[in-house]
């Protein structure tokens, strides 16, 4: 049994890398993890595009589950589900720490021996980001520039919003040139920092059993896309367990990348609702255990009357789907018990 899984939610197409066209997606990550000094751990990569890359991990030297989503039934109709690709890493994952990483991305051969280390002592360590283009540091110029207000759309990519304002951001943010870095670098006053739950996003480690507790990712931010990571980071606070830091030798490179392959995500539908309205409520009532029951009627009026105002309103929020995409989406929001799931799968092995 290992001490760490690594679990990977990927729906990319195989080459997808941007300005290395010949570089697989997963190239970058299968090679770090092939160096690394920590040797006690395994790589769950839960994957879209799953049948049409059997055998892409055969021979890699390392422990690999390469599985496919578990049921959803947002993914059935072509829209995002990341917590369902995440919690589906969870039913398989065999370690005791769980240490989330993104597709496209490489890290240094003590990568997992730091990882390790902070969990001995405790502490749930986050990680920076640097981001790189072409196989190099990106910098920002034009392409850069419409890269990252594309990914800066919240709600979905397919929503309108006002990329005017994005960019008048980015432009603030960056000078010409400059390397792209790491937004909470800039916020630390010393190598190690205590970090607030806000800054849970990307790459996070935590305890399989803190996960149990809180009941995984909640499945009910899927049909839309974003602040899944942030809302978990939130409800492991909201758990008692404020133990996130972040260490200034601790690094993961994400490489540009192109968008969620059409062949999962097609759905061209608005989204039925903005996912910050669900982290409000989860920070209000201080609910941390999710994916156990329907919402109330008071907790979808909540979500309703949240998703209009800001900052949901601003990528349109008033204009968010229909009553029926809206009804529709709170009739489907799963309920499960992953520890169970772990069970079942534990006994069909």
């Known amino acids: 049994m290992a001490k760490i899984s690594v679990i990977l939610a990927s729906a990319r197409d195989d080459f997808s890398l941007i300005d290395l066209p010949t570089t697989h997606l997963f190239q970058p990550t299968v090679e770090s993890l092939q160096?690394?000094?920590?040797?006690?751990?395994?790589?769950?990569?839960?994957?879209?595009?799953?049948?049409?890359?059997?055998?892409?991990?055969?021979?890699?030297?390392?422990?690999?589950?390469?599985?496919p989503p578990k049921n959803s039934p947002y993914l059935e109709k072509g829209y995002w589900a990341i917590c369902d690709f995440l919690n589906t890493a969870v039913i398989h994952a065999e370690g005791e720490l769980i240490v989330k990483i993104d597709d496209a991305c490489e890290f240094s051969e003590d990568y997992l021996q730091r990882i390790w280390d902070w969990h001995t002592v405790g502490a749930y360590p986050l990680s920076l980001v640097n981001y790189y283009r072409g196989g190099e540091v990106a910098r920002y110029d034009e392409l850069t520039r419409q890269y990252l207000e594309t990914i800066a759309r919240t709600g979905s990519p397919l929503l309108e919003g006002d990329p005017t304002r994005r960019m008048e951001i980015l432009d603030r943010m960056y000078k010409a040139g400059q390397a792209i870095e790491d937004s909470r670098l800039k916020l630390m006053?010393?190598?190690?920092?205590?970090?607030?739950?806000?800054?849970?996003?990307?790459?996070v480690a935590v305890p399989l059993d803190v996960i149990l507790d809180l009941n995984g990712w909640d499945e009910s931010?899927?049909?839309?896309?974003?602040?899944?990571?942030v809302d978990f980071g939130l409800r492991v606070s909201l758990s008692g367990r404020e133990r996130f830091v972040i260490d200034n030798m601790l690094w993961a490179v994400e490489n540009f990348h192109g968008p969620v392959s059409e062949k999962v995500v097609w759905n061209r539908g608005r989204p039925a609702k903005c996912n910050h309205s669900i982290m409000r409520l989860h920070q209000k009532s201080r609910i941390f255990r999710v994916n156990t029951r329907e919402f109330t009627q008071e907790e979808l009026e909540f979500i309703r009357k949240e998703t209009r105002r800001a900052p949901c309103s601003h990528v349109r929020g008033a204009d968010y789907g229909t009553n029926e995409t809206f009804d529709w989406?709170?009739?489907?929001?799963?309920?499960?018990?992953?520890?169970?799931?772990?069970?079942?799968?534990?006994?069909?092995?």
Do not use: N
């Open 35 to 67: 160096k690394q000094i920590f040797r006690d751990w395994e790589l769950v990569v839960v994957d879209g595009l799953h049948s049409q890359r059997k055998g892409f991990f055969d021979g890699v030297g390392f422990p690999v589950k390469h599985l």
């Open 189 to 203: 006053k010393s190598e190690v920092v205590k970090a607030p739950w806000t800054w849970a996003y990307g790459y």
């Open 221 to 229: 931010f899927d049909q839309s896309k974003s602040l899944d990571d």
């Open 329 to 349: 989406w709170a009739s489907q929001v799963p309920e499960f018990d992953l520890k169970k799931m772990r069970e079942e799968v534990c006994e069909r092995a």
